[in-house]
C-alpha cells in the first residue's frame, strides 16, 4: 500500500515535470503572440479565445510571457544547480575522502554558509556583484553547493572503508580516479534526488528575487516579475495575479514530488 | 556538558566563519567606494584622507579584525542612505519583524499540531494520500503568492485591511495585530504543510509502538494516549526542522515585508541593496544571520534536554 502512494507521487511529479519542460521546449518555436508586442487598447483582457490568459498592463499576451518565463526559470534552475553540484561533488569528496582536518574545514565552511537562512545569502551576493540574470543564478548556484557537498561526503564515507577501494590502491591506481570512478558511482542516486529538490528550490528562490526586483531583470520575462508587476493592478486584473504564482507553485510541486518519488524508488521502506 | 562545550565550539566556528564570508563578500564590491563617494572630480589629498578615514590602506586582516571587533560592541557601522548607525535603523525595524515571525510561528504551531494528529489518527488510504497531495501542494506554494492573493481577497474585496497602509501595535493593537495577522498567515501556510507531513508520519510511527499499547491496556483514555505519550515522542523529530522553520520564517518575512509594505528588517535590506548602502545591508546580514544560528542553537540544546538519548551526531 506504502510503495503505491510514492510511485503515485513519482508520475505525478513526471507529469507536471513533463508539462513543464514541454511549454519550455515549445517556446523555444513558437509563443502565441510576440512577448514584447504591446497593444494599448487591448490592455487587462480576460482569459479569452484571442488571449488564453488574457493581457497585462500593456496589452501584451500572458501565456507568451508565461511562456518566456518558463526558459528563465529552467535556465536559472539547470545553471544553478550545475553549479552547486560541480562545486559540491568537488568539495564532498575531498572532503569524504581525505578525511581529517581538511573534511572539517571544508564541512565547516559549507555549515557557515547554510547558516544564513533563506535568501539572506542570495541577497548579499545581489547587493554586491548587482542585478541580473547571470549573478542570479550564481547567488542560487553558491547556496546550494552545500547540500551537494554533504550527500556527496556522507556517501565516501560509507563506502570509502569497503574492501574494493584498499584494493585498487593497492594496484596503484590514482586518488582521482578511485574518488570519481570507484566511489562517485555510489552517491549518484541521492544526488539526483537532490537536483531535484534543489531545482524546485532554485525556481522559487529565483521568483522571490525577481519579485523583489533584484533577480532577472527586463527584458528576460520572469515569473516572479510578473507577480510584482501584476500587484499594482490587482484590482483591475486579478487573473495577472494568480496565472504566473501557479506556474511557480507547478514547478516546485513538480520536482519536489519527482525527487520524493525518485527516493522512494530507491529505498522502499521510507 | 560535553556534549554542550562540543556544541558550542561549532557554533563559534560557524560564527566566525560566517563573519569572514561576510567580510569577504563585501571586499569584492566591483568599483572603488572612494569614487563612489567623492565623485570623479576629488582631488588627492581628499582621497586620501577618505582612505586613511575609513582604513581602505590597512591590510585586510587588520581590517577584519577591527570590523568584527566594532560588531561586537554593537557597533556595526554607519548607514550612507540614513547617515545613522546600523544598528539603530535595524533594531527599530527588529521590532516589527519579529512580531511578525512570531505570530507566524505561532499560528504555524497551533494549525499545524492539531491538523497533523487528526490526519494521522484516521489512518487510511484515502486521508494518506489526501494529506500527502495537500502537504506537497502547502510546500510548494511561495509565501508572497500566497501574500498577493490575500491583499485582493481580504484587502480588496472584503475590505479588512488597506493594502499599502501599515498600523504599528503601539499605536493601535487591535489594528496593528490585523495587518500583521495576514502576511503572518502568507508566510505559516507552507510551514504548516512542513509540520503536517514530519508530524503525521511521526505520530504514525509511535501509535504502532509497545507503549502505547501498554498505555491503553493500562486503561487510559485515547486523547491521553496521544498527548502524554505519542505526541511527547513525536515532538522530538519534528524540533530538529523547528530551528529551520524558525530561520525560514525568519528569511520569508524579508519578501512578505515587500508584499504588505510593512516597516521591517525586509524592506529595510531591500532598501539597502537598492541603494547600494553596503555598511546597511552588510551590518543587516551579519545581524540576521546572527540571530538565526542563536535559535537554532537554542532549539538544539532543548532538543539535547528532552531527548537526553541524543548524543552529537
Known amino acids: 500500500m506504502k510503495k503505491r502512494k510514492y510511485s503515485f507521487n513519482f508520475y505525478i511529479g513526471i507529469v507536471i515535470v513533463a508539462f513543464l519542460l514541454g511549454i519550455v521546449i515549445v517556446s523555444f518555436f513558437y509563443t502565441p503572440y510576440t512577448v514584447t508586442q504591446m497593444n494599448i487598447g487591448k490592455k487587462f483582457l480576460k482569459p479569452c479565445w484571442e488571449h488564453l490568459l488574457g493581457t497585462d498592463h500593456f496589452g501584451r499576451d500572458i501565456?507568451?510571457?508565461?511562456?518566456?518565463?518558463?526558459?528563465?526559470?529552467?535556465?536559472?534552475?539547470?545553471?544553478?544547480?550545475?553549479?552547486?553540484?560541480?562545486?559540491?561533488?568537488?568539495?564532498?569528496?575531498?572532503?569524504?575522502?581525505?578525511?581529517?582536518?581538511?573534511?572539517?574545514?571544508?564541512?565547516?565552511?559549507?555549515?557557515?554558509?547554510?547558516?544564513?537562512?533563506?535568501?539572506?545569502f542570495a541577497l548579499m551576493f545581489v547587493a554586491v556583484l548587482g542585478q541580473g540574470i547571470v549573478n542570479t543564478m550564481i547567488a542560487l548556484g553558491i547556496m546550494s553547493i552545500p547540500q551537494f557537498a554533504r550527500i556527496t561526503r556522507s556517501g565516501f564515507l560509507q563506502v570509502k572503508p569497503l574492501k574494493y577501494i584498499d584494493m585498487a590502491k593497492s594496484i596503484g591506481v590514482s586518488n582521482f580516479r578511485i574518488m570519481m570512478v570507484h566511489i562517485l558511482p555510489n552517491v549518484i542516486s541521492p544526488l539526483i534526488v537532490a537536483c531535484s529538490m534543489g531545482f524546485a528550490s532554485a525556481v522559487l528562490a529565483e521568483a522571490g528575487l525577481s519579485y523583489l526586483g533584484l533577480g532577472v531583470q527586463p527584458p528576460n520575462p520572469s515569473w516572479g516579475r510578473m507577480l510584482s508587476e501584476s500587484q499594482m493592478y490587482l484590482l483591475k486584473a486579478p487573473t495577472y495575479s494568480i496565472v504566473p504564482g501557479i506556474f511557480i507553485t507547478l514547478s516546485v510541486l513538480g520536482f519536489n514530488l519527482l525527487g520524493d518519488g525518485i527516493s522512494a524508488i530507491r529505498d522502499p521502506r521510507k | 556538558m560535553r556534549y554542550l562545550l562540543r556544541k558550542m565550539s561549532s557554533v563559534i566556528m560557524t560564527l566566525f566563519l560566517v563573519t569572514v564570508i561576510t567580510f569577504i563578500v563585501f571586499e569584492i564590491i566591483p568599483g572603488d567606494p572612494i569614487a563612489a563617494k567623492l565623485g570623479i572630480e576629488a582631488d588627492k589629498v581628499q582621497i586620501e584622507a577618505l582612505r586613511k578615514e575609513l582604513q581602505l590602506d590597512q591590510p585586510l586582516i587588520v581590517r577584519y579584525k577591527d570590523w568584527i571587533g566594532n560588531a561586537l560592541k554593537g557597533d556595526l557601522g554607519i548607514?550612507?542612505?540614513?547617515?545613522?548607525?546600523?544598528?539603530?535603523?535595524?533594531?527599530?525595524?527588529?521590532?516589527?519583524?519579529?512580531?511578525?515571525?512570531?505570530?507566524?510561528?505561532?499560528?504555524?504551531?497551533?494549525?499545524?499540531?492539531?491538523?497533523?494528529?487528526?490526519?494521522?489518527?484516521?489512518?487510511?488510504?484515502?486521508?494518506?494520500?489526501?494529506?500527502?497531495?495537500?502537504?506537497?501542494?502547502?510546500?510548494?506554494?511561495?509565501?508572497?503568492?500566497?501574500?498577493?492573493?490575500?491583499?485582493?481577497?481580504?484587502?480588496?474585496?472584503?475590505?479588512?485591511?488597506?493594502?499599502?497602509?501599515?498600523?504599528?501595535?503601539?499605536?493601535?493593537?487591535?489594528?496593528?495585530?490585523?495587518?500583521?495577522?495576514?502576511?503572518?498567515?502568507?508566510?505559516?501556510?507552507?510551514?504548516?504543510?512542513?509540520?503536517?507531513?514530519?508530524?503525521?508520519?511521526?505520530?504514525?510511527?509511535?501509535?504502532?509502538?509497545?507503549?502505547?499499547?501498554?498505555?491503553?491496556?493500562?486503561?487510559?483514555?485515547?486523547?491521553?494516549?496521544m498527548v502524554r505519550h505519542i505526541l511527547r515522542n513525536a515532538l522530538i523529530p519534528v524540533i530538529t526542522i523547528m530551528g529551520m522553520i524558525i530561520a525560514d520564517i525568519l528569511g520569508g518575512s524579508?519578501?512578505?515585508?515587500?508584499?504588505?509594505?510593512?516597516?521591517?528588517?525586509?524592506?529595510?535590506?531591500?532598501?539597502?541593496?537598492?541603494?547600494?548602502?553596503?555598511?546597511?545591508?552588510?551590518?543587516?546580514?551579519?545581524?540576521?544571520?546572527?540571530?538565526?544560528?542563536?535559535?537554532?542553537?537554542?532549539?538544539?540544546?532543548?532538543?539535547?534536554?528532552?531527548?537526553?538519548?541524543?548524543?552529537?551526531?
Open chain 1, 63 to 120: 501565456l507568451s510571457r508565461i511562456m518566456m518565463g518558463s526558459q528563465t526559470a529552467f535556465q536559472v534552475g539547470l545553471i544553478s544547480i550545475g553549479i552547486g553540484l560541480f562545486f559540491g561533488i568537488l568539495i564532498g569528496s575531498i572532503a569524504g575522502y581525505y578525511g581529517g582536518i581538511v573534511d572539517e574545514i571544508l564541512m565547516r565552511i559549507m555549515d557557515a554558509v547554510i547558516a544564513f537562512p533563506g535568501l539572506l
Open chain 2, 79 to 225: 548607514s550612507i542612505r540614513f547617515d545613522e548607525p546600523v544598528i539603530n535603523l535595524i533594531q527599530i525595524r527588529m521590532m516589527v519583524t519579529s512580531r511578525l515571525a512570531l505570530i507566524a510561528l505561532v499560528i504555524t504551531i497551533i494549525i499545524g499540531v492539531p491538523l497533523s494528529i487528526i490526519t494521522a489518527k484516521y489512518d487510511n488510504k484515502g486521508i494518506g494520500i489526501g494529506t500527502s497531495i495537500f502537504s506537497q501542494i502547502g510546500m510548494a506554494l511561495p509565501s508572497f503568492w500566497l501574500g498577493i492573493l490575500m491583499t485582493y481577497l481580504f484587502g480588496l474585496v472584503l475590505k479588512q485591511f488597506i493594502p499599502g497602509r501599515y498600523v504599528p501595535m503601539e499605536q493601535n493593537f487591535v489594528q496593528g495585530l490585523n495587518y500583521l495577522l495576514y502576511p503572518a498567515i502568507a508566510i505559516a501556510i507552507p510551514k504548516i504543510a512542513v509540520v503536517v507531513r514530519y508530524l503525521r508520519n511521526a505520530i504514525m510511527d509511535q501509535t504502532n509502538q509497545d507503549y502505547v499499547r501498554t498505555a491503553y491496556s493500562k486503561g487510559l483514555r485515547s486523547h491521553q494516549v
Open chain 2, 254 to 313: 524579508l519578501i512578505i515585508e515587500q508584499v504588505f509594505t510593512i516597516p521591517g528588517i525586509g524592506r529595510l535590506l531591500i532598501m539597502g541593496i537598492s541603494n547600494r548602502d553596503f555598511p546597511l545591508v552588510q551590518g543587516m546580514v551579519i545581524y540576521i544571520a546572527l540571530i538565526v544560528i542563536a535559535i537554532n542553537l537554542l532549539v538544539d540544546i532543548m532538543y539535547h534536554f528532552i531527548d537526553p538519548r541524543i548524543k552529537l551526531n
